[in-house]
């Protein structure tokens, strides 16, 4: 059933009356509303080359912004990933030194904690948004030298046999 004039007129004074308590809801534009803020290109009075350069540059800076803010919530998401390895693999190398030997189930735990705070830093780094471009290498050598580490721990504890046949090798493949 079609709606009156007047019943029209009052559905419309309460959705108005509404926004104006509210303010008019809408939608998030994130990195695009600083661009949305500015003046239309109609205002600037560009020629159509112009405009096409101006977009441009919008466009790559925006597409630097996506790509920057990817990266590092992959680096934060990988740190956080290594960071909880770290405290899982704990009560293992207590076990190690308990169970087997306690020099090198130390030496485990002073690696691992030392890879934990390591991943902790990068982690509040990361949350600060102090990241920089080369950490990631910074990053990705020191998470593969803690496998290197584990097995010359095996190699000077156990012997070079055990420790070229010990699980940390699986890590590399």
């Not at 004039?5 to 419309?12: E, K, N, Q, T, V």
């Not at 695009?32 to 159509?48: E, F, R, T």
């Not at 800076?61 to 998401?77: E, I, M, P």
């Not at 990631?136 to 046949?165: C, I, Q």
Request: charged fraction near 15%.
């Amino acid at each position: 059933m079609p709606l009156t004039p007047s019943a029209l007129d009052l559905a419309l004074n309460r959705c108005a009356s509404a926004e104006s308590a509210t303010g008019p809801p809408g939608p998030d534009l994130g990195p695009l509303a600083a661009v949305a803020a500015g003046p239309s290109d109609s205002q600037l009075g560009l020629s159509p080359a112009q405009l096409n350069r101006r977009r441009t540059e919008e466009d790559k800076r925006l597409a630097q912004d996506l790509l920057r803010s990817r990266r590092v919530r992959g680096s934060y998401t990988v740190s956080l990933a290594a960071l909880l390895v770290c405290l899982i693999s704990l009560p293992f190398c207590l076990y190690v030194g308990l169970r087997f030997q306690s020099r090198l189930g130390l030496s485990l735990i002073g690696l691992t904690m030392a890879a934990a705070a390591y991943e902790g830093v990068m982690l509040i780094l990361l949350r600060c948004g102090r990241h920089r471009p080369w950490l990631d290498w910074v990053n990705v050598s020191l998470e593969v030298s803690v496998v290197s580490g584990a097995v010359l721990l095996d190699a000077h504890y156990l012997g070079p046999a055990y420790a070229f046949t010990s699980a940390p090798l699986l890590l590399y493949r």
